[in-house]
């Protein structure tokens, strides 16, 4: 087959999550003997069979809108996050406003619209689509996300300190956590960029250097964020505002717990992954999840993400499906 994915931003302006996402699947189905272009990087004229849209966007609106060659069944992950459940309510009923100008909310539902099948990371995400949006579930499949994260570091997994993992802003929350962080917690080490022109900057680094058990590590190759989070006691996300966060899931697919804030999401992950996945709600509630972890011996079985090659596999049975007698 024939595939191009379209979504995310293209690598020369930095990009994320999502774009190690597409990239990951990109090199898996590659691996399987199709060809895929990613937008931005090496999508060209060539005739396509499927089209994967990433992220049901006003970029990816305006996409379809001036679609006019190369027309092919349409797969969308939407990756419908929001920060509070409000939040998304809002969404569902401003997306159905049909006064006024269109408004983001309207282009996210019309590129859902658009789509022949709709992916999504959980069964929340899937009920939240088929609700939101009024498309059946024969026509929304749940695929998480998939990891390739090992680590040939000969530390001993498990050291008396926690990871985050992220570009460092608003959105991963680490100045949040940072004000959560006291001398009773295990050494915190966040790794990670800054976001350019954060406004809270400034205060992040001097929130970094008044404490004796944070350290800011900056970015890092991702082996070398491998090897940590696999000697490390845990990976903690402060996010609520993520759909499933790549880093926990390396640090799952490496055998070790994440502590994460409670979200819809995060009840997701932990009806998948089990007692690897611990969840807090507020600082008394972190204590009690970090003192759990540091007093629970180290259990071998352990449920870990798919690789990106599952992933793949799941997808082209998904691309197959609307492509009959297509290889």
């Not at 976001?195 to 404490?211: C, G, L």
């Not at 499933?244 to 992954?273: C, F, H, I, N, T």
Request: charged share 20%; hydrophobic share 45%.
């Amino acid at each position: 087959m024939r595939i191009a994915f379209v979504g995310g931003v293209p690598n020369i302006m930095g990009g994320g999550g999502l774009e190690v996402q597409m990239a990951e699947t990109a090199l898996a189905l590659r691996s399987s003997g199709h060809s895929v272009a990613v937008w931005g990087n090496d999508l060209d004229s060539e005739d396509i069979d499927v089209l994967h849209i990433y992220g049901a966007d006003p970029a990816s609106w305006n996409y379809l809108r001036n679609w006019t060659r190369n027309r092919v069944p349409v797969v969308v992950s939407p990756i419908a996050v929001f920060d509070t459940p409000f939040a998304g309510m809002m969404e569902r009923w401003i997306s159905r406003l049909k006064i006024g100008p269109t408004n983001t909310a309207n282009m996210r539902r019309g590129v859902v619209a658009a789509a022949d099948h709709l992916i999504a990371l959980h069964p929340a995400e899937r009920d939240w689509i088929c609700r939101s949006y009024d498309r059946p579930a024969t026509e929304v499949s749940v695929i998480p996300n998939g990891s390739s994260a090992i680590s040939s570091s000969s530390a001993v997994s498990g050291e008396s300190y926690i990871c985050v993992v992220g570009t460092v802003g608003a959105r991963k929350g680490q100045l949040d956590l940072l004000g959560t962080w006291d001398r009773a917690l295990p050494d915190l080490r966040v790794i990670g960029g800054l976001t350019p022109n954060w406004k809270d900057a400034h205060a992040f680094e001097q929130a970094i250097a008044a404490r004796v058990n944070a350290t800011w590590v900056g970015a890092l190759p991702r082996q070398d964020v491998w090897h940590a989070q696999h000697a490390a006691l845990a990976t903690i996300s402060f996010s609520v505002s993520e759909g499933e966060s790549l880093a926990l899931l390396d640090s799952l697919r490496l055998g070790r717990p994440v502590l994460v804030r409670k979200s819809s999401s995060a009840l997701q992950m932990k009806e998948r992954y089990g007692s690897q996945v611990r969840i807090f709600d507020g600082r008394d509630s972190l204590v009690a999840q970090i003192n759990e972890l540091r007093d629970s011996a180290k259990s071998d079985d352990v449920v870990r993400p798919p690789s990106w090659d599952d992933v793949a596999l799941e997808l082209q049975l998904i691309y197959r499906s609307l492509l009959p007698g297509k290889d």
